[in-house]
T-cell receptor
Framework: RKEVEQDPGPFNVPEGATVAFNCTYS??????FFWYRQDCRKEPKLLMS???SGNEDGRFTAQLNRASQYISLLIRDSKLSDSATYLC????????????FGQGTTLQVKP | DGGITQSPKYLFRKEGQNVTLSCEQN?????MYWYRQDPGQGLRLIYY???????QKGDIAEGYSVSREKKESFPLTVTSAQKNPTAFYLC?????????????FGDGTRLSIL
């Protein structure tokens, strides 16, 4: 089983749609969780951290379910500019700062 | 402006040649990381360093070497022992404190074999 698993997609949605991505992780002691966005042939950029209580940033909502070991990202009112690959990232236990990256979920928003 | 600078943006390697990828940061971050990304795959950790003059192997360190002589700099050498070096190489850094601190990335170097 992969340490961090995502459905690679692609998810093709029309503008204005609501889309949700899920990610599962295998290490129950994982400490921190993030969603990164990666545009084609570019570096990953932090989209948002994921907190235990769930958190929202504009059209984006992230949730963490520790009992089931999954993280979700909800995008409301999709824009064309949301088209990208979304990486689920988990920090493993310990103080090394090491992150485990999912392979990413590709979103394509169509006009 | 503060940030992480990787150079060169594109690099071509001949068979049997060692090449060095540069990574410099002026964010005063303690920890630095090197990743490799292959098409359709997630990032895989090559090496990381939490303080100057110290570094550890990541998951795929074979065929690579690093140094951390200065806080700002963490160069990666891809040696001739790395038989499949074609990939997108990403350098990242983060502050040393805070379990929830995310990593921030440079804009990457694309390495190809001639």
């Amino acid at each position: 089983r992969k340490e961090v698993e995502q459905d690679p997609g692609p998810f093709n949605v029309p503008e204005g749609a609501t889309v949700a991505f899920n990610c599962t992780y295998s290490n129950s002691a994982s400490q921190s969780f993030f969603w990164y966005r990666q545009d084609c042939r570019k570096e990953p950029k932090l989209l948002m951290s994921v907190y235990s209580s769930g958190n929202e940033d504009g059209r984006f909502t992230a949730q963490l379910n520790r009992a089931s070991q999954y993280i979700s990202l909800l995008i409301r009112d999709s824009k064309l500019s949301d088209s990208a690959t979304y990486l689920c990232v988990v920090k493993i236990p310990g103080n090394t700062g090491k992150l485990i990256f999912g392979q990413g979920t590709t979103l394509q928003v169509k006009p | 402006d503060g940030g992480i600078t990787q150079s060169p943006k594109y690099l071509f390697r001949k068979e049997g040649q060692n090449v060095t990828l540069s990574c410099e940061q002026n964010l005063n971050h303690d920890a630095m990381y090197w990743y490799r990304q292959d098409p359709g795959q997630g990032l895989r950790l090559i090496y990381y360093s939490q303080i100057v003059n110290d570094f550890q192997k990541g998951d795929i360190a074979e065929g690579y070497s690093v140094s951390r002589e200065k806080k700002e700099s963490f160069p990666l050498t891809v040696t001739s022992a790395q038989k499949n070096p074609t990939a997108f190489y990403l350098c990242a850094s983060k502050t040393g404190t805070g379990v929830g601190e995310p990593q921030h990335f440079g804009d990457g170097t694309r390495l190809s074999i001639l």
